[in-house]
């Protein structure tokens, strides 16, 4: 019986969504301030179970995230969303998107950075 229980709970432990980030690091390169820059990441469950994104944390007001809210089943790709609005900010950027799911080594970041320029 304790066989049992041990089989079964190792291969549950196995049975997990997974999330893997193709180019997790982007370059917007060089653009004006007050343009919006647009950057899509590509993720793929590669897990046994479906892929859940909860939350995506930025780290200012100048960053929306654009994520599926329905369930990414396993091997499965969707694309992800980062608009970053240039109108507040100028000189170089280095953002991070944390982005929250089931995986069991979530948070997964993503980032992207580049030069604003002055108008």
Avoid: H, W
């Avoid at 990441?41 to 897990?47: C, H, L, Q, R």
């Avoid at 980062?82 to 950027?93: E, L, P």
């Avoid at 069991?104 to 604003?116: M, T």
Wanted: charged share 30%; net charge positive.
């Amino acid at each position: 019986m304790l066989f049992y229980l041990l089989i079964i709970s190792t291969s549950s432990a196995f049975a997990q969504a997974k999330m893997e980030i193709k180019d997790a690091k982007k370059s917007f390169g060089f653009v004006k301030k007050g343009e919006l820059v647009k950057l899509d990441y590509e993720i793929t469950n590669t897990g046994k179970e479906p892929l859940i994104i909860t939350d995506a944390e930025v780290s200012c007001s100048c960053t929306t995230v654009d994520f599926p809210k329905q369930p990414i089943a396993p091997g499965q790709t969707i694309k992800v969303v980062v608009n970053f609005d240039t109108k507040t900010v100028y000189d170089r950027q280095d953002r991070v998107v944390l982005l929250k799911s089931n995986d069991p080594k979530s948070p997964s970041k993503i980032r992207y950075k580049g030069v604003v320029l002055k108008k």
